[in-house]
């Protein structure tokens, strides 16, 4: 498990299940454009949240590539769900920007929500078939370039589902975090 404090902001990986974070105020769905239970995360965070999710979710649906919204939380451990529509590999494009405003948008939830804690699932990596170490780096890239102007935002968690999904996002956050660093 990879923890670091960069621009005041602790950042960590951690193997495990997202619906089961009860230390954070918001959780990340990697979401369908309907908003409905589905598989992976989805399927996870709703089955957790129980049907009030779904209804709650209905009137803010469809969401398109990149946008995020949020709802509450219901059964699920945490104040909030902040709902991501990745781009579909090799369908929504650019991808990789889209996945950029995956990220920048829920932090932006986040931060106008006045939320001091987010978990994020590696979004698009899954159903989706977004190659993983690219993800990593968007995600990563992403949420770096923004640390320094975020207010609320205190600690930013990466939930990953395989032992090789966590190691691979702090493989990618290290080297990211010391090229930061260089560059400073
Ligand atoms: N906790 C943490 N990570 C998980 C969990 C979990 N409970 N379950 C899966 N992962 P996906 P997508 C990992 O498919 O690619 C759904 O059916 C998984 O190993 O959940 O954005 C929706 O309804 C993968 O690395 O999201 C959409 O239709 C990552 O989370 C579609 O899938 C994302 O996998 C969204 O596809």
């Given amino acids: 498990m990879t923890k670091e404090t960069v621009h005041g902001v602790l950042i960590e990986c951690v193997q495990g299940d997202i619906a089961s974070r009860p230390d954070m105020q918001a959780v990340v769905n990697a979401a369908n454009a309907q908003l409905l239970p589905g598989g992976g995360v989805a399927g996870a965070l ?3 949240a129980g049907p009030g999710l779904e209804q709650e979710c209905r009137p803010l649906a469809p969401i398109r590539p990149g946008q995020a919204v949020i709802s509450g939380a219901h059964n699920l451990p945490n104040e909030h769900v902040i709902h991501c529509l ?4 090799g369908v929504d494009e650019p991808a990789d920007k889209l996945l950029a405003d ?3 948008n829920a932090v932006q939830l986040a931060e106008e929500y006045k939320l001091a804690s987010i978990a994020f699932p ?7 078939g977004y190659p993983k170490k690219e993800a990593t780096e968007v995600a990563f890239r992403t949420l770096v370039e923004i640390l ?6 205190q600690h930013i968690r990466f939930v990953l589902f395989s032992a090789a999904d966590m190691h691979l996002h ?4 290290n080297a990211l975090v010391h090229e930061d660093s260089r560059n400073a």
Avoid at 86 to 89: F, I
Avoid at 122 to 128: D, K, L, P, R
């Fill in 148 to 153: 320094p102007r975020l207010k609320a935002l």
């Fill in 102 to 104: 995956c990220y920048r």
């Fill in 46 to 48: 709703h089955c957790a």
């Fill in 86 to 89: 990745g781009p579909v590999y």
């Fill in 122 to 128: 590696s979004i698009s990596t899954g159903a989706f």
């Fill in 170 to 173: 702090e493989d990618v956050f």
